[in-house]
């Protein structure tokens, strides 16, 4: 019985520290971009990718990460270019552009 317990409250601790691992990882947008940089080619799940690209996007926006911001713009136009949306392809392009131009006026 001791054993037991000893073992439940040992897998407690691996999950809630795996887990405080997780919550930080998805509220960093490098480390988001890099997941969706890695991922990119893999066909599992494509919902995950998109999620995560979309994560990444907001956070780095809310946070002025303009390196992240760009590598998450990247990121959703080349997703969206290799499912066959175009426009929304497009989009993000235009949006790089648009990062593009304010750097190069500063």
């Given at each position: 019985m001791k054993r037991r317990a000893t073992s439940?409250?040992?897998?407690?601790v691996f999950s809630l520290s795996a887990f405080s691992?997780?919550?930080a990882y998805e509220d960093n947008p490098d480390s988001l971009n890099i997941w969706v940089e890695s991922n990119?080619?893999?066909t599992n799940d494509t919902n995950e990718i998109?999620?995560?690209a979309h994560l990444s996007l907001f956070l780095a926006?809310?946070?002025n990460?303009?390196?992240a911001l760009i590598s998450a713009y990247l990121n959703l136009a080349g997703l969206h270019n290799k499912y066959g949306q175009l426009d929304?392809?497009?989009y993000y392009f235009k949006e790089l552009k648009n990062i593009y131009k304010k750097c190069?006026?500063?």
């Open positions: 439940s409250l040992l897998l407690l691992f997780a919550l990119i080619n893999s998109y999620r995560k926006n809310n946070e990460h303009e390196a929304s392809s497009i190069r006026e500063q």
